[in-house]
């Protein structure tokens, strides 16, 4: 099976960078790809993708790169199932609040007897190879998101759950829970010290602590931190950023110049 390298360079306590995709677009896939993170997440909860979109913009990461993930549009086996049949080497799934939650979760990425994936992998026969279903189980990375008060408080019930890899951050929705403004790099005291909390359980646990980041400078802050999944914003914001900051650009030089005086 082709290998999960983000997986195994993370079981080796190396940092990862991860792409972010909203965006329904083979094309955009391709660049974030080719833009050298080490993996690069198909949003299907928040990003305006369907399964018909997504699986088109995995075949494109799989010309880079880059090794391919989603995130699902809820804790639900079947469509997890379906994704990960598309060529996904890793999941992760929203709102898990309790480690009954993680554990169907985690059952939906692990065929049987460690969980109930049903078998049909399909297109990820043609990315993974021929002897996919001997090593998936093993290969495919799995993150639960903590971004609720009951996940929270549940939060080492969740990492003690067999086989879920680690756990990733919503800041915004974990934010909300808490009585906070959405915020994706939060400052009020209470989300700080949350967020913290949950690092520092993750790393009792040996497990992976991810999170969500506004920018490339934050995302480099939480790695410091100690967070070693980190994902730079996702492709439309960095889109709306720099077409913001040409336009500005373009507009404070025809300002110094006195808006074309003096002709050509």
Known sequence: MRPNTVKQRL???????????????PLSAEVVGLSGCDSVVVDLQHGMIGFDAALPMLQALSATPA????????NDGPTIMRLLDAGAYGVICPMISTPEQAQAFVS????????????????????????????????????????????????????????????????????????Q???????????????????????VHGKIPGIFCSSGQAAAKRLAQGFK???PGNEFTHLKQAAAAAVNQAQGSQRSTGHGAGGY
């Open 11 to 25: 079981q080796k306590g190396e940092s990862i960078i991860n792409g972010w995709l909203v965006i329904p677009s």
């Open 67 to 74: 090794i391919p993930l989603v995130r699902a549009p809820a």
């Open 108 to 179: 939906a990425c692990r065929y049987p007897p460690k969980g109930d994936r049903s078998f049909g992998p399909s297109r990820a026969l043609l990315f993974g190879g021929d002897d996919y279903y001997g090593h998936a189980d093993e290969s495919i990375l799995t993150l639960a998101m903590i971004e609720t008060q009951q996940g929270l408080d549940n939060v080492d019930d969740i990492l003690s759950v067999d086989g879920l890899d680690g756990v990733f951050i919503g800041p915004n929705d974990l934010s909300l829970a808490l009585g």
């Open 181 to 203: 403004a959405p915020s994706s790099e939060p400052d009020a005291e209470v989300v700080v010290q949350a967020i913290s909390h949950i690092l520092a359980r993750a790393q």
């Open 229 to 231: 999944f980190v994902v």
